[in-house]
């Protein structure tokens, strides 16, 4: 059967990522989470100094884009592949909130971006991939034969991310999240380069009330349609 390419974006922590590895995983495709990518440019100027909470220098983090290495890494076949920042294993370190302070601003560079987007487009050249992002079905692949547009009410998803983020021991509070998740929504769809919009052929999901296995069913039976050539 003929694989296709599948776009995931919307809002910031609406379960993008999860949904997008759930489909890869049962249809046997590449999972990319471009989000990963814009977090570890983030992660590699911060390191160099060149942003922060108090600096952002626009100038020297372009000059240092050619520094920076981005591949995907897989343990196993069943586990999700993590980012490695030239060469190093940074999964943890990019979801940190420092990073996920920056990481907007970050994103509205336009040579970020086209690094990025290159690199992202030669990821799903040969079809067969689920990609999550903000710009996927609209800018990376605006062909895409499936394109689902994810959102939930804030206080939602900041009470995912705020519980995600407890988990793996980052010291935040819930107002904390809740503002970097409506900081990030208005810098995502106010920017000039690739905002974030839904695609005119996306399908919207509000997932406020949904669990993730009803979640999953809906977007795999869609997937199942497109690749059986139906819809
Ligand atoms: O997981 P979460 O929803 O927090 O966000 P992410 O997917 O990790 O993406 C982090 C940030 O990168 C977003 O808030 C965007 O500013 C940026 N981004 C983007 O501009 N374009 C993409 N295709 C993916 C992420």
Same mark, same amino acid.
């Given at each position: 059967? /003929?694989?296709?390419?599948?776009?995931?974006?919307? &809002?910031? =922590?609406? /379960?993008?990522?999860?949904? #997008?590895?759930?489909?890869?995983?049962?249809?046997?495709?590449? &999972?990319?989470?471009? !989000?990963?990518?814009?977090?570890?440019?983030? $992660?590699?100027?911060? +390191?160099?100094?060149?942003? =922060?909470?108090?600096?952002? %220098?626009?100038?020297?983090? *372009? *000059?240092? $884009?050619?520094?920076?290495?981005?591949? &995907?890494?897989?343990? %196993?076949?069943?586990?999700? #592949?993590?980012?490695? $920042?030239? /060469?190093?294993?940074?999964?943890?370190?990019?979801?940190?909130?420092?990073?996920?302070?920056?990481?907007?601003?970050? #994103?509205?560079? =336009?040579?970020?971006?086209?690094? $990025?987007?290159?690199?992202?487009?030669?990821?799903?050249? /040969?079809?067969?991939?689920?990609?999550? !992002?903000?710009?996927?079905?609209?800018?990376?692949?605006? !062909?895409?034969?499936?394109?689902?547009?994810?959102?939930?009410?804030?206080?939602?998803?900041?009470? +995912? +991310?705020?519980?995600?983020?407890? #988990?793996?021991?980052?010291?935040?509070?819930?107002?904390?999240?809740? *503002? %970097?998740?409506?900081?990030?929504?208005?810098?995502?769809?106010?920017?000039?380069?690739?905002?974030?919009?839904?695609?005119?052929?996306?399908?919207?999901?509000?997932?406020?009330?949904?669990?993730?296995?009803?979640? &999953?069913?809906?977007?795999?039976?869609?997937?199942?349609?497109?690749?059986? !050539? +139906?819809?």
């Amino acid at each position: 059967m /003929g694989k296709i390419t599948i776009a995931i974006d919307g &809002f910031s =922590s609406t /379960g993008k990522s999860t949904v #997008a590895k759930q489909l890869a995983d049962w249809l046997g495709y590449v &999972f990319v989470d471009s !989000g990963a990518m814009y977090r570890a440019v983030t $992660l590699y100027a911060m +390191r160099k100094g060149h942003i =922060s909470t108090t600096v952002f %220098n626009k100038r020297k983090l *372009e *000059e240092c $884009l050619d520094e920076i290495s981005l591949s &995907f890494k897989k343990e %196993n076949s069943s586990s999700k #592949a993590e980012m490695y $920042l030239n /060469g190093e294993n940074v999964e943890r370190e990019i979801r940190l909130m420092t990073v996920s302070e920056l990481v907007s601003s970050v #994103a509205t560079i =336009s040579s970020v971006r086209v690094k $990025l987007v290159e690199q992202q487009q030669q990821m799903g050249e /040969g079809k067969g991939v689920v990609m999550d !992002g903000r710009d996927i079905g609209t800018v990376v692949f605006p !062909g895409a034969e499936l394109k689902i547009f994810m959102n939930a009410s804030a206080d939602k998803r900041a009470r +995912r +991310r705020y519980d995600e983020l407890i #988990a793996h021991g980052d010291n935040v509070t819930y107002t904390e999240v809740l *503002e %970097n998740v409506r900081e990030r929504d208005h810098i995502d769809t106010t920017r000039e380069d690739s905002p974030l919009v839904k695609a005119g052929d996306a399908i919207e999901i509000d997932n406020s009330e949904m669990n993730l296995e009803d979640q &999953f069913h809906i977007i795999l039976q869609l997937a199942k349609d497109r690749i059986a !050539g +139906r819809l």
